[in-house]
């Protein structure tokens, strides 16, 4: 069974930096995308960053710039650095890991962690 483990939110100023980290466990298809998604108070869940096993990233355009992503795959772990932090980026936060497969591919989510950006 496919396991998420996420640490680092919690509460910081403007203008400060977290870093999420999701460690994962059980059997994962090699090649994959690990992902952070957000979902503030009021709107609709929304992807914040991908990675893909090779290295490949993507970045929502409200955090390009700010965010960066990077994954350890000897350690099957993906990581969220946020610097520059607005109080906009309030939101859980959730990690997503994806199997890419044409056939019978997976999907799975952590818990969700608390980002608190105040002003």
């Known amino acids: 069974q496919v396991q998420l483990v996420e640490s680092g939110g919690g509460l910081v100023q403007a203008g400060g930096s977290l870093r999420l980290s999701c460690a994962a466990s059980?059997?994962?298809?090699?090649?994959?995308?690990m992902a952070w998604y957000r979902q503030a108070p009021g709107k609709q869940r929304e992807l914040v960053a991908s990675i893909i096993t090779g290295g490949t990233t993507t970045y929502a355009d409200s955090v390009k710039g700010r965010f960066t992503i990077s994954r350890d795959n000897a350690k099957n772990t993906v990581y969220l650095q946020m610097n520059s932090l607005k109080p906009e980026d309030t939101a859980v936060y959730y990690c997503?890991?994806?199997?890419?497969?044409?056939?019978?591919?997976?999907?799975?989510w952590g818990q969700g962690t608390q980002v608190t950006v105040s002003s």
């Open positions: 059980g059997s994962i298809f090699s090649a994959n995308a």
């Open positions: 997503n890991v994806r199997e890419l497969m044409v056939i019978a591919g997976r999907n799975y």
